[in-house]
């Protein structure tokens, strides 16, 4: 069983800034950051392979966002710049314990073991 712990959201101002935090607590071949709007699906944003690094964004936040992973490959940060108020929704890390491609991870290919427990984050001026 793999925990999850999220840090990092909160209020900020379109235009602004955060960064978020995934912590896990054993190692996992891939990691990702998924976020539900009010009323939407849940989406995947951004999602990382812990092994080589290889990232991959949705359309809607490339170029915005970047994912990366530390040296332990047991955290995993999303850098969120130029949010916007269709940023606003609840965030989810979420992890596999088996090795997935990122770009299939994040679009929904497979079932997701392991979630956290959501982090809030609210665009408004």
């Known amino acids: 069983q793999v925990q999850l712990v999220e840090s990092g959201g909160g209020l900020v101002q379109p235009g602004g800034s955060l960064n978020l935090s995934c912590t896990t607590s054993?190692?996992?071949?891939?990691i990702g950051w998924f976020r539900q709007a009010p009323g939407k699906q849940r989406e995947g944003v951004a999602c990382?392979?812990?092994?080589?690094?290889?990232?991959y964004y949705s359309d809607n936040v490339t170029g915005r966002f970047t994912i990366s992973r530390d040296h332990a490959k047991t955290t995993v940060f999303l850098q969120m710049n130029s949010l916007n108020l269709e940023n606003t929704a609840v965030y989810y890390c979420?992890?596999?314990?088996?090795?997935?491609?990122?770009?299939?991870?994040?679009?929904?290919?497979?079932?997701?073991?392991?979630w956290g427990q959501g982090t809030l984050i609210t665009v408004s001026s």
């Open positions: 054993g190692f996992t071949y891939t």
């Open positions: 990382i392979s812990t092994v080589d690094g290889s990232p």
């Open positions: 979420a992890a596999s314990s088996f090795p997935r491609a990122p770009r299939a991870y994040c679009r929904g290919s497979y079932d997701i073991a392991y």
